[in-house]
Each structure stands twice: as structure tokens, then as C-alpha cells.
């Protein structure tokens, strides 16, 4: 009742003229997509949206030439005249129906919405573009993809998102309405509401008519199968004390890291985390039954999407916890051992010395054997050493942990193991690990899908990004097909990604990185507290938004140099997976500044599916590439994932109430311009 109150009392505020879709079909576009997708892509027509300085006169002129590469691909620039006053023109393509077309409010820097011209129209299968309102404040580019019943389930959810108190017991009313409906009817009652606006569908085939319909409107899907188990508290802390200790018991040898050592008071990792999913250890069964859903998960995006989509996958899934630690551990030791011996600190590449620096150091060692055969492993370049260890054999599910990471004691000579102990079935369990991995991302390769791997918690991190890198380095020769996730609330960030992306023009492999704020902040601070160790976390959330654009920026600052340079700009790109409107619009103005283009396919954007429609749809409908990450999975098992939405929409009530306000906008004017009944067809091929 609140909201056709709402609408009632506002109706006369309503004084724009909308037009109304055209009956005229869009399945031939869609029909002829497939084979017409690359042509397109490559050379659209266009057409110009021309606004005065002076006014907020609009009108839309005829067909421009097609896009030439001369102009780097931002389509042909045109000055018309009135009088005196250039009218300047800026490229997008004509809708497939008719739209209201879009004008200027200088004043605001908006765009609004003005009756569509009948006397303008494109070629046929040509992809519809729009200009891009930076304010993120336009309703009809962010809900076009959207039926007015989907818009008022929205504003439903996100009103109920907005009650601390429902949002604190989602989990105990989900459950209790589930014993009272039943499961028929619970099943219902999910999918017209949470389960519908977050999760796209039950399976991979139920999920191919919304991931059809999103790239229509110009966006990609990231698939996830976000099917949770929904354990105890006691169960999960069983489970991950169990998989984080070696059979030879967790003993703490010199030189042992805390960090790296389970703790029972943070071993259930759900711990203050809601927007990050969970995997716990059972057996090496289940690691296999995940490795398979991944697979089928880039199966699904493949057939659905023609190779453009994503599949986000995370390490926890496919291996005994424990080793990742002890990894971990090992990586952080190392950078210790080679600070001992040269100063600084870091990475080891950063320090730039070669194998005959390091046999100066172990000069006093005289003619030692251990010091020899451990110099012949040590990979290097001409610029000095990338790494003590070959993980090129670590990678290839060849390598025995316990004797690789062993190096020279700089006093005796003698061999120090800087890994803890590790059982032969334990070296299995890790190669078993490894074999997945490369399974997934071999698939990955054959049906040209990429592989998103998810940043962890910071105990795991170190081994995850070295496998991931290392993966990129055997995999990512033509293109980027794994990428690696950073997250920007850390401390060290900027210094880690600038590591990584040394050693790939190093080792000329592309790089892929997504860029996010961070999952496991509050967890994070709580366990360095107790086990007493440093803080891995920012101090503030602008010191967070600072790393973020300043690993943002040289990474743009790197793209920039490759394309000066004649070279190849996509060897490095990067995903600004943020629901923060500054840090997209700084990557926007970014873009623009150091003269990068959407064409040149190197930035690409990405949201959670059900939040900030109104940053990715209108990304995606510009020209951008621009993303969803797509959760699936059946109703009853997705609920874990669901109660942690509604918790992570609780915590930016900021966003939520733009949100509604813009919702509110949409609904409103399809009401009053009669169209309730509009159905959603884009003419948008995504970038």
C-alpha cells in the first residue's frame, strides 16, 4: 500500500513524454547474433545523439560512417553547427525499437529521456549503444533489462534488506517458513522473491534464458554453483581442525609462523564473513565432485555465452586446507631467508640478484655439493632470479614438497627444510590438488571460457596466488585465461600486484587480475589480534579505496606503455570488480585520461547479480565490458548464499536506498506511460 501511495501521490510530478516500445520483434537480431556477433563487434553503425551546450535541446541525427580504427575504435566524431555553437556528437548505435531517445542535462551531467525521433533507424543486427550517464543515476538504463514485475520484486527485497531485524534472523525465518509451507510451496514462495532476484536458476540448462537475456543487454555472466553446505558452527571448526594439521601433528619448528597454523577459535572461516562463500574439507571425494561442477560450470558458459563468460572458482574447493598453509608458510619463509642473506624485502625477484650474487653468499661454504645442486634449480633470467624454487615442477604434478623446499644453511652448509612435515599420503593429496586445478583450466582452455580464481583468507593467500601465477604462466601464452584476485583492503596489495606483474613480462605470459575491496576484513583483525601477529588491513576505508585506485592506476599506467610501445595492451587485463560508484567512474575517467577504450578489451567491469543494476547495465549498454556474477544452484541448497546477501545488503544501506529511489523512478513511469507490460528486448552485443 506504501508504495501505490507513493505512486499516486507523485503522479503529477511526471512530466516527461516517454514513447512507447514498438511492437517490431527483436528474435531476428537475436537469431542472427551468433554469426553476425564478431562482424558486429568489430565495425557497428552508429548513430549520433547531438546535445547543445547552450540548452537542453537534443535531437538524433542519421547514421554515422562506421567505426574506424583510426579513432581507436570511439567511433566517428563530428562537429554540427547552429549558428555560432558546435554541437558535438558522440557515437552510439540505434535501438532495435523504439526507444525514448536521451538528452543532456548539462547542469546535472544526467542524461534524461526525451520521445523518440521516427525517422532514425540502423541497419538490422547492427548493436545498440548508449551514451553512458557517469551519475549512475539514470532509471530506464538501469532496469530497460528488467519486466515491471521483476522491478517490483526488487524493491520488495531490498525493502525487507532494510529491517536489521530480519536481515539478523534470515536463516531462522527461511527455516521456519520452509517447516510451515512445506517444501513445495517454500520452493514457490523463494523463487518470487530472494531466490529470483539473486540466483539466476536451479541448473545449467534452467539458467540459459537469463544469461541470454543479460548479454542482450550488453553484459557477461561470471558463473557460480553456489550450492553451501549448511553446517554447524561445531562442525566446521571439526572439520577444519582436521584438514589443517599434518598427520605428523602441527609442530612448530623454528622459524614457525603463527599465522600459518590453524586456530580452533577461527577455524569456522564463515566467521563475520557475508559476501564471501565457504568451502570445508570432507575427503577427497567431495574435492573431486567440485572439480566437476566447475567443469560443468564452464560447460554452461560456453554454450550459453559463445566463450565471452567467466567461471570463478576458488582453491579451498579442490585441496586439504593444510597444505595450503604449509605452502604459505613456505613462500613467506623464503622471502625471510633471501632478506637474511641480501636485505630489503619483498618478493624474491624484487631484489634482482643473480644465481652468482647468491654463490658470493655461499662462498664461505667452499665447494658444497647441497649449494650446487640447489643453484641448478633456482629459476632466473637475465635480470637476476625469479624464484629459489622450480614451481614450474610444483605445477606439473611432479614434485615432491618435502624435498623441494629445502635451501642452504649460510653458516654450515647443511640442507634446512623451510616446510613443515608432510606425510607421503599428504605429497598425494597435494598433487591430487594440483591435478585438479590443471584439469579445470585445461577445460577452461579447450572452450575458451576464463578462469577466475577467488582470493581466501590471508593464511591461504601466498599459495594461492603462486599456483594461480604459475598457471598463468603454462596457460595464459595467447591470452589471459586465468586470472588472479587481489584484494585492495590489505596492506600490501599494490606491492604484491606490481610483483606479479614484473614477473609476467618477465616470463611473457598475459596477466589477469580482479581488483576488489576484500571479503574477510573484521575476521582478519580479530585472528591477527589473538594469535598476535601484524594487521594485514588497511586502517580506514579510504586507505582501502586509495590502495584500490593506486593498483588500479598502474596497472592502467602499465596497459598505457604497452600500447605507446607497439605491444600487445591485452597482455595485462584487469577486471574493476567494485559496487563502489567513485572507484568505477575513476576507472572510467581513467580510461579516458591515458586514452584506453573499451574496444581495446583490457578494463572490464563486474557486479553481484540482483546488486548496482544501475552501474552494470548502463557499463554494459555504453560499449564497456561489464559482468554479473552469476549464482545457480536449487533452491533449498542456495540458502546459505541467500542469508548472506541479505546480510551484505544490510551493511550498504547507502546503496540499497539509491537503489529503491531509482526502482521507484522506473516503476512509476512505466505505470503512468502505460507500460506495465513491457517486455525487455535488447539489441546489445557486449563487448
Not at 592 to 613: A, N, R, Y
Request: net charge positive.
Amino acid at each position: 500500500m506504501a508504495l501505490l501511495r507513493s505512486l499516486s501521490a507523485q503522479r503529477t510530478a511526471i512530466s516527461l513524454v516517454y514513447g512507447r516500445n514498438s511492437s517490431k520483434s527483436g528474435s531476428a537480431a537475436v537469431v542472427a547474433r551468433r554469426s553476425l556477433q564478431t562482424a558486429t563487434r568489430s565495425s557497428p553503425a552508429a548513430v549520433a545523439v547531438v546535445a547543445s551546450k547552450d540548452s537542453d535541446e537534443s535531437v538524433v541525427v542519421s547514421p554515422l560512417s562506421r567505426l574506424t580504427p583510426s579513432n581507436g575504435g570511439h567511433g566517428t566524431r563530428r562537429f554540427l553547427h547552429s549558428g555560432n555553437k558546435p554541437l558535438q556528437a558522440s557515437t552510439v548505435a540505434q535501438p532495435a525499437y523504439a526507444e525514448p531517445a536521451l538528452k543532456v542535462d548539462h547542469k546535472t551531467k544526467s542524461t534524461k529521456c526525451s520521445p523518440p525521433s521516427s525517422s532514425s533507424s540502423s541497419p538490422a543486427g547492427s548493436p545498440q549503444r548508449d551514451p553512458l550517464d557517469v551519475s549512475f543515476n539514470d532509471p530506464i538504463a538501469a532496469f530497460k533489462s528488467k519486466t515491471t514485475w521483476e522491478l517490483v520484486r526488487a524493491y520488495l527485497v531490498y525493502m525487507i534488506c532494510s529491517s536489521e531485524k530480519l536481515v539478523e534472523h534470515n536463516m531462522t525465518l527461511l527455516k521456519l517458513a520452509r517447516n510451515v509451507l512445506g517444501t513445495r510451496l517454500f520452493v514457490l514462495l523463494m523463487k518470487s522473491s530472494f531466490y529470483g532476484h539473486f540466483v539466476a536458476g536451479e541448473n545449467r540448462h534452467t539458467i540459459v534464458p537469463a544469461l541470454e537475456r543479460l548479454r542482450s543487454f550488453g553484459v557477461k555472466p561470471i558463473l557460480d554453483y553456489s550450492v553451501e553446505e549448511d553446517i554447524s558452527q561445531e562442525e566446521a571448526e571439526k572439520r577444519e581442525v582436521e584438514s589443517s594439521v599434518s598427520s605428523a601433528g602441527d609442530n612448530k619448528e623454528e622459524g614457525a609462523m603463527p599465522q600459518y597454523h590453524v586456530d580452533k577459535s577461527f577455524a569456522d572461516r564463515r566467521y563475520k564473513v557475508s559476501s564471501a562463500r565457504t568451502y570445508f574439507y570432507l575427503n577427497e571425494a567431495t574435492c573431486e565432485r567440485n572439480m566437476e561442477i566447475f567443469i560443468k560450470c564452464l560447460e554452461a558458459v560456453s554454450g550459453a555465452t559463445f566463450g565471452t563468460g567467466i567461471t570463478a572458482i576458488k582453491l579451498t574447493a579442490l585441496g586439504r586446507p593444510q597444505l595450503l598453509l604449509q605452502l604459505s608458510e613456505v613462500i613467506m619463509r623464503t622471502r625471510g631467508y633471501m632478506e637474511e642473506m641480501v636485505g630489503g624485502q619483498g618478493n624474491v625477484l624484487t631484489h634482482h640478484k643473480t644465481i652468482k650474487d647468491l654463490e658470493k653468499y655461499y662462498a664461505s661454504l667452499g665447494d658444497n655439493k647441497n649449494v650446487k645442486d640447489f643453484l641448478k634449480n633456482v629459476t632466473s633470467d637475465k635480470e637476476g632470479i625469479l624464484h629459489l624454487f622450480p614451481w614450474s615442477g610444483i605445477v606439473d604434478e611432479d614434485s615432491q614438497l618435502s624435498d623441494t623446499f629445502r635451501v642452504p644453511d649460510p653458516q654450515t652448509g647443511q640442507m634446512r627444510r623451510l616446510i613443515s612435515q608432510i606425510s607421503p599420503k599428504e605429497e598425494e593429496m597435494f598433487r591430487n590438488m594440483i591435478r585438479r586445478l590443471n584439469t579445470i583450466v585445461r577445460a577452461a582452455a579447450e572452450l575458451d571460457v576464463r578462469i577466475m580464481v577467488d582470493a581466501e583468507q590471508t593464511y591461504f593467500q601466498p599459495a594461492i596466488s603462486r599456483i594461480t601465477l604459475e598457471m598463468m604462466r603454462k596457460f595464459n601464452k595467447d591470452k589471459a585465461i586465468v586470472f588472479n584476485t587481489y584484494q585492495c583492503y590489505l596492506r600490501e596489495t599494490f606491492r604484491e600486484v606490481c610483483t606479479d606483474l614484473e614477473q609476467a613480462k618477465r616470463q611473457n605470459f598475459y596477466f589477469g587480475a580482479k581488483l576488489v575491496r576484500g571479503a574477510y576484513m573484521e575476521q582478519e583483525r580479530a585472528r591477527a589480534q589473538a594469535l598476535g601477529y601484524p594487521d594485514p588491513v588497511n586502517p580506514t576505508f579510504d586507505a582501502t579505496t586509495e590502495m584500490y585506485h593506486k593498483t588500479l592506476s598502474e596497472c592502467l599506467r602499465r596497459i598505457k606503455l604497452m600500447k605507446d610501445g607497439g605491444e600487445d595492451a591485452r597482455k595485462i587485463g584487469i577486471m574493476v570488480a567494485s559496487h563502489n560508484e567513485d572507484t568505477v567512474r575513476f576507472a572510467i575517467q581513467q580510461m579516458k585520461e591515458i586514452g584506453i577504450s573499451p574496444e581495446d578489451k583490457v578494463i572490464c567491469f563486474g557486479q553481484l547479480l540482483g546488486m548496482c543494476d544501475y552501474i552494470t547495465f548502463p557499463l554494459g549498454q555504453a560499449g564497456y565490458s561489464a559482468y554479473k556474477y552469476i549464482p545457480y544452484g536449487p533452491v533449498e541448497e542456495v540458502l546459505p548464499y541467500l542469508s548472506r546477501r541479505a546480510q551484505e545488503n544490510k551493511g550498504v544501506l547507502k546503496k540499497i536506498q539509491k537503489e529503491k529511489r531509482l526502482l521507484l523512478s522506473e516503476i512509476r513511469r512505466r505505470i503512468f506511460s502505460g507500460q506495465m507490460f513491457y517486455k525487455p528486448k535488447g539489441n546489445y552485443v557486449p563487448i
